[in-house]
């Protein structure tokens, strides 16, 4: 697409109301200062200058719908810890609906913590991140109410999006009930998944990157003739009526059921700082544009585009329709142009 009609498609998006089931994430970033080795063990002392949060995973896919503009509707579970509350009002600061946020007495709330640190002669660099994941499954009752949960949050969006990290929220009952009352309401749902993709068979639009088609498929994706059997390969084992694959500096790759193919090349690839939660402003931006009306080509264009501004940020990141729009502006027509 041309650059004036790119900012035609921004205009576009609307503000539809767009469920997100999945992994709520909490990011936490502490950044300090070394000085000196610990007597007590070979590893450095780090001084702790700066502590902040961030939603991550199926949150932070939350948040980049809330500065895009839609209506954000959060389906999850956080545990009985500190984090929990300390997520869902991150959450509720971007104007999210928390209502289908559910408190787990068994799982912690998934935690990822990056301690990043510099000395005098050097520059701010990550040391070490420490997880805290759920150990056991969500307890039968919070299955339970998480299905009823998703009944009423599906009959109320316009789209559904499942953003599986793997951390015992989208497990099988879970996704039969997705698919049965998107089925039964008519709601488009696409999926962003670490997992099996043919557990989502049905589903409107896979978002794989290259190492999760990859490890679906169990065969390496090196060329472009390799990448068109994936994509065909895909559509045919999840039953899907699309499939997007991004393969990072690499650009995107669109395969539809009606067998139309569509390629956009990266944008941005020399400033580069972190590409974390990148593919949820991806699915985040196609789940915009579709509920808003845009056709899979112009939405995976939108997606190329946000994706190329949070990835110059450190940490999981947002953009807006105005930062979109005046990024578009700053770039050469001829980088936009997309290839069959």
């Given at each position: 697409?041309?650059?004036?009609?790119?900012?035609?498609?921004?205009?576009?998006?609307?503000?539809?109301?767009?469920?997100?089931?999945?992994?709520?994430?909490?990011?936490?970033?502490?950044?300090?200062?070394?000085?000196?080795?610990?007597?007590?063990?070979?590893?450095?002392?780090?001084?702790?200058?700066?502590?902040?949060?961030?939603?991550?995973?199926?949150?932070?896919?939350?948040?980049?719908?809330?500065?895009?503009?839609?209506?954000?509707?959060?389906?999850?579970?956080?545990?009985?810890?500190?984090?929990?509350?300390?997520?869902?009002?991150?959450?509720?600061?971007?104007?999210?609906?928390?209502?289908?946020?559910?408190?787990d007495p068994i799982v912690p709330t998934t935690t990822k913590t990056r301690i990043s640190a510099h000395s005098r002669q050097s520059v701010t660099q990550q040391v070490l991140r420490l997880d805290q994941l759920p150990q056991a499954p969500l307890a039968p009752s919070t299955l339970e109410a998480l299905s009823q949960t998703l009944e009423k949050v599906v009959s109320e969006a316009d789209l559904v999006v499942i953003s599986d990290y793997g951390n015992g929220v989208v497990v099988p009952q879970i996704i039969e009930q997705v698919r049965h009352f998107c089925q039964q309401y008519a709601k488009p749902w696409v999926v962003d998944s670490q997992e099996d993709l043919r557990l989502f068979r049905g589903a409107a639009l896979l978002t794989p990157n290259k190492p999760e088609a990859e490890n679906n498929l169990g065969a390496l994706i090196q060329t472009p003739s390799e990448l068109l059997t994936a994509g065909q390969t895909l559509l045919e084992m999840t039953g899907a009526e699309a499939v997007l694959i991004t393969c990072g500096d690499e650009g995107m790759s669109l395969f539809e059921r009606t067998g139309t193919i569509s390629h956009v090349p990266?944008?941005?690839?020399?400033?580069?700082?972190?590409?974390?939660?990148?593919?949820?402003?991806?699915?985040?931006?196609?789940?915009?544009?579709?509920?808003?009306?845009?056709?899979?080509?112009?939405?995976?264009?939108?997606?190329?585009?946000?994706?190329?501004?949070?990835?110059?940020?450190?940490?999981?990141?947002t953009t807006t329709p105005a930062e979109m729009r005046e990024t578009l502006l700053q770039f050469n027509p001829k980088e936009m142009a997309p290839h069959d």
């Amino acid at each position: 697409m041309k650059i004036p009609e790119l900012l035609k498609a921004i205009d576009g998006l609307r503000s539809p109301r767009v469920a997100v089931v999945g992994d709520l994430i909490l990011d936490e970033y502490i950044e300090g200062e070394v000085r000196r080795i610990s007597r007590e063990a070979p590893v450095p002392i780090v001084e702790q200058k700066a502590r902040s949060f961030k939603p991550g995973g199926a949150a932070n896919t939350l948040a980049n719908l809330a500065t895009l503009g839609a209506k954000a509707l959060a389906v999850g579970v956080v545990g009985q810890d500190h984090s929990g509350p300390q997520l869902v009002n991150l959450l509720a600061h971007l104007g999210i609906d928390t209502e289908g946020v559910l408190v787990d007495p068994i799982v912690p709330t998934t935690t990822k913590t990056r301690i990043s640190a510099h000395s005098r002669q050097s520059v701010t660099q990550q040391v070490l991140r420490l997880d805290q994941l759920p150990q056991a499954p969500l307890a039968p009752s919070t299955l339970e109410a998480l299905s009823q949960t998703l009944e009423k949050v599906v009959s109320e969006a316009d789209l559904v999006v499942i953003s599986d990290y793997g951390n015992g929220v989208v497990v099988p009952q879970i996704i039969e009930q997705v698919r049965h009352f998107c089925q039964q309401y008519a709601k488009p749902w696409v999926v962003d998944s670490q997992e099996d993709l043919r557990l989502f068979r049905g589903a409107a639009l896979l978002t794989p990157n290259k190492p999760e088609a990859e490890n679906n498929l169990g065969a390496l994706i090196q060329t472009p003739s390799e990448l068109l059997t994936a994509g065909q390969t895909l559509l045919e084992m999840t039953g899907a009526e699309a499939v997007l694959i991004t393969c990072g500096d690499e650009g995107m790759s669109l395969f539809e059921r009606t067998g139309t193919i569509s390629h956009v090349p990266a944008l941005n690839k020399t400033e580069v700082f972190d590409v974390t939660g990148a593919g949820d402003t991806v699915v985040a931006t196609l789940a915009t544009a579709m509920a808003s009306g845009s056709p899979l080509p112009e939405a995976m264009q939108l997606a190329n585009l946000a994706a190329s501004i949070v990835i110059r940020r450190l940490g999981s990141s947002t953009t807006t329709p105005a930062e979109m729009r005046e990024t578009l502006l700053q770039f050469n027509p001829k980088e936009m142009a997309p290839h069959d």
